[in-house]
Nanobody
Framework: VQLQASGGGLVQAGGSLRLSCAAS????????MAWYRQAPGKERELVAT???????NYADSVKGRFTISRENAKNTVYLQMNSLKFEDTAVYYC???????????WGQGTLVTVSS
């Protein structure tokens, strides 16, 4: 499975960005897709996950501001980021996993920079 993320960039605090991640290759119908992020000098952290049935979960730091969604027909996951804060600055990574077989894949990352 290959994951191609896009949509990062530079935005002012309070602005919005939409990230996309398209999965290709051997896609299993039961899977979880997610966004993680890693800020400079910090560990990678979970931002949001969404199951193939559409069940979503969010980190407390982004609840109410970010929305994860997916289009199963396109094997694509999105992250709509609103009311961006300086502390949202990070490289955002797309993630794909399946329970059976137990596979995990990471995208290449896309940089989001929020200016204060």
């Amino acid at each position: 499975v290959q994951l191609q993320a896009s949509g990062g960039g530079l935005v002012q605090a309070g602005g919005s960005l939409r990230l996309s991640c398209a999965a290709s290759g051997r896609i299993f119908s039961i899977n979880t897709m997610a966004w993680y992020r890693q800020a400079p000098g910090k560990e990678r952290e979970l931002v949001a996950t969404i199951s193939s049935s559409g069940s979503a979960n969010y980190a407390d730091s982004v609840k109410g501001r970010f929305t994860i969604s997916r289009e199963n027909a396109k094997n694509t996951v999105y992250l709509q980021m609103n009311s961006l804060k300086f502390e949202d600055t990070a490289v955002y990574y797309c993630y794909y996993s399946t329970p059976r077989p137990p596979y995990t894949y990471w995208g290449q990352g896309t940089l989001v920079t929020v200016s204060s």
